[in-house]
């Protein structure tokens, strides 16, 4: 079922944007789904980890050597593509 932001109690929105980390805008739809935990052995949560581990290595020793700030400056322009009104706390 989707609701109308607009339509939503003051608790409802509260919850939402709590859960969001953003305001939700009275011209915003909002559906909310529940989905079923998958149950993962230690053993096959270790292999998913070894294998982000090696992804990520190898993603590094591809990058250029960028500044703090600049690295930075990049994460939050990734953050802001998908958040628009994304602000960094300082």
Known sequence: MIHKAKDLSVDQKAAIESLLGRRVLENEAISIRTIEAQ?????????????????????DAKRQ???????????????????????PIR
């Open 39 to 59: 149950a993962i052995s230690d053993e096959r949560r270790t292999e998913v980890l070894r294998g982000l581990e090696n992804y990520f290595e190898q993603v």
């Open 65 to 87: 050597a960028v500044s703090p700030q600049e690295a930075d400056a990049i994460i939050n322009e990734g953050l802001r593509s998908t958040r628009p009104h994304y602000q």
